[in-house]
């Protein structure tokens, strides 16, 4: 099968992926994920959860599909839109698993494409889409979150290389990172315009990394600490003093993965099955409680009207005909959607949901996931920075 023939039949393209699927997905990576430990996330540290894990990886990347839109000379599998939907489609009908969870995949990726020499696509996009290096994002501070502009790392220069020392926070799994991607100030003559993104390994002299505990008990965040740390010129992606503009971009890219937590689920039905456990059902075999069953159908339909306009935003974003400004509406209703799926789940579970410790509760997973979705109108950008953008550039209302 060639690329060529596949866009002159999309059909066959479709039969062919779906016996590719059949064939080389394992059984165990046809089943919704469990734990983190069911997530891949690559990199040199690296340590599959099983056999199974590792060969969908593996598989996956050799075709070029953990990034199938991506040119085939930097790793991806050079499909085109209409290909890499019904690669999505089928790996849906299945329940197969993504094969690559990966920063690298769904932010830095594009920036590179769009920003990066070929020198930069060549080192670093073929590792991204084997699973090679994971990364982490290096942007917030402790005094610029939603001004994040306003950020104080600074980059001194050292002549074919730039000195870092400063702070990040709230950094997603920086002590498991391979390399970080990181906004760094080179001048303070613009507050925007003295900013310039590079990239640099988290095993450099002088990064180190703080765990920070979340409310539900687990610490995938971090505070990361710059102490004279060499990086390289060559490791600047665009124009020195020009960083905004690629940090603008990733941000887009960022909060389109974001908005896919509102995706969780489409097309079964968790929270029914949870609250008939815990409540039971009446005489014509629905859900006992007549509330709750009206609130889980209120957003069961929300979530499937946010599922097809997520297609429409993905086809958009692929051709380049997207606005600027939906990527802001898209994780504002996705988290939105995952924050009331996590409320519904404990109002489904009962009491039962709010128990901590037991093997019956998953150590108590649900109300984890609860806590934990309290973050999602904050992380990648608060929720009234998102409805600013949306009401100044769609609905064009008057800045305050």
């Known amino acids: 099968m060639t690329a060529a023939a596949a866009v002159d039949d999309p059909d066959r393209f479709r039969q062919d992926t779906r016996a590719w699927l059949a064939a080389n997905c394992p059984p165990e990576m046809r089943c919704p994920v469990r734990t983190e430990d069911d997530v891949c996330w690559g990199g040199r540290r690296f340590v599959p959860s099983s056999p199974a894990q ?35 489609e089928e790996m849906a009908a299945i329940g197969a698993r993504s094969p690559l969870n990966s920063f690298g995949i769904s932010m830095l990726g594009p920036a590179l494409l769009k920003y990066g020499t070929e020198a930069q696509k060549q080192e670093h996009l073929p590792k991204i889409a084997r699973g090679e290096i994971r990364w982490c994002q290096g942007y917030s501070e402790p005094n610029a979150g939603s001004d994040l502009a306003s950020l104080a790392t600074s980059a001194r220069d050292g002549g074919d290389h730039y000195i870092v020392d400063g702070q990040k926070v709230w950094t997603s799994y920086a002590d498991k990172a391979d390399w970080i991607f990181c906004l760094v100030r080179t001048s303070k003559e613009s507050k925007q315009g003295g900013i310039s993104f590079v990239l640099f390994d988290m095993a450099s002299e002088g990064v180190s990394t703080r765990p920070i505990l979340l409310i539900s008990g687990y610490s995938p965040f971090c505070e990361t600490f710059f102490d004279g740390v060499k990086v390289p010129k060559a490791n600047r992606i665009h124009d020195e003093n020009r960083g905004w503009e690629v940090a603008k971009y990733l941000l887009g890219h960022e909060r389109e993965m974001i908005s896919g937590m509102g995706l969780r689920d489409t097309g079964r039905n968790p929270l029914i099955d949870s609250a008939i456990a815990t409540i039971g059902v009446d005489g014509s075999g629905r859900l006992a409680d007549p509330l709750l069953r009206a609130a889980i159908a209120r957003f069961e339909v929300r979530a499937r009207a946010f599922a097809a306009m997520s297609e429409r935003f993905i086809d958009e974003l692929k051709a380049g005909q997207a606005h600027p400004a939906q990527p802001s509406m898209m994780k504002y209703y996705g988290t939105e959607l995952n924050k009331e799926r996590q409320e519904l789940a404990m109002a489904a579970g009962g009491s039962d949901a709010l128990e901590w410790d037991s093997a019956a509760s998953d150590t108590g997973a649900a109300a984890r996931r609860w806590l934990r979705s309290k973050a999602n109108s904050i992380e990648g950008g608060t929720s009234e920075i998102q409805l600013n953008i949306i009401a100044k550039h769609i609905l064009q209302l008057p800045g305050a």
Request: aromatic share 12%; charged share 25%.
């Open 54 to 88: 590792r060969d969908w990886l593996d598989r996956m990347g050799q075709r070029g599909w953990t990034v199938p839109d991506w040119p085939t000379a930097y790793g991806g599998g050079g499909l085109s839109p209409a290909e890499t939907k019904i690669l999505r």
